[in-house]
């Protein structure tokens, strides 16, 4: 049995460090190579899907619900995984601003990483978008790695010492925030809603990113990455589970 690294795009820096901890082989894209049955696919974020493959991780046509917010959101409303309100009408956003909400403006629906997100405060002015999340004040924001419906690491957002003054509703490494382990203690209804997020999706692993509201003791899923960036202890962890799942 031959396995392969289907990367989203050939450049993608998370996939060529999981094949390098992995030694699993990554395709081109777009790729020629010929599946034989036996073969198995670990896809890194990709919509497309190769004629001939076998997906021993996460069918592209489920990292295609991830990918679109606005198919990810409906799912996690019908299956009730924990989540932001959210609406495609501006109307309604506007009426959360009448109730002093805050909104924020989505005007890409397949980005991530914070990109293409406005924050609108109650007094300003909406702009036309595709897509309106209400703004949930949080304590702490998470991203939770799922594989196999378990929780195998878990990372919190914090900002760094040296930067301030930049407001926290948009946790980016633009906003100077990074990805911390050490004395991450999340609530069990942050994992669970983790595991939910990624069951509702039928995505076989997935990066979560999850806010808690600790007045509320509420957790919210904002989005599950289908290709997250791996670095130390995480590429360490992520890489050593992924190389020894079920396939």
């Not at 999981?18 to 990709?46: K, Y």
């Not at 506007?94 to 406005?118: A, D, F, M, N, P």
Request: net charge positive; hydrophobic share 35%; aromatic share 10%.
């Amino acid at each position: 049995m031959r396995t392969r690294i289907q990367p989203y795009r050939s450049g993608s820096t998370s996939a060529r460090a999981l094949s390098e901890a992995t030694g699993i082989r990554r395709l081109r894209v777009p790729t020629t190579f010929r599946f034989r049955s036996s073969d198995r696919v670990i896809n890194w974020g990709s919509t497309k899907v190769l004629p001939g493959a076998i997906y021993a991780i996460n069918h592209p046509a489920n990292v295609a619900k991830a990918v679109d917010k606005i198919d990810a959101f409906s799912h996690f409303e019908r299956y009730e995984v924990p989540t932001v309100p959210w609406t495609v009408y501006k109307g309604e956003a506007e009426e959360w601003q009448t109730e002093g909400k805050s909104v924020l403006v989505r005007t890409s629906c397949t980005s991530s990483g914070g990109r293409g997100i406005i924050v609108a405060s109650p007094e300003d002015t909406l702009e036309d978008a595709p897509l309106y999340t209400m703004y949930m004040p949080k304590r702490r924001e998470y991203r939770v790695h799922v594989l196999g419906g378990e929780v195998i690491f878990v990372q919190e957002k914090r900002r760094r010492r040296d930067v301030d003054g930049i407001s926290s509703k948009i946790r980016n490494a633009n906003g100077g925030y990074v990805f911390c382990v050490q004395d991450v203690d999340p609530s069990d209804k942050v994992l669970g809603a983790a595991i939910a997020a990624c069951d509702c999706l039928r995505l076989d692993y997935g990066a979560v990113d999850i806010g808690w509201n600790d007045y509320y003791a509420r957790a919210y899923v904002y989005e599950v990455n289908t290709a997250p960036g791996l670095e130390g202890t995480c590429l360490e962890v992520v890489s050593n589970a992924i190389a020894e799942y079920p396939r």
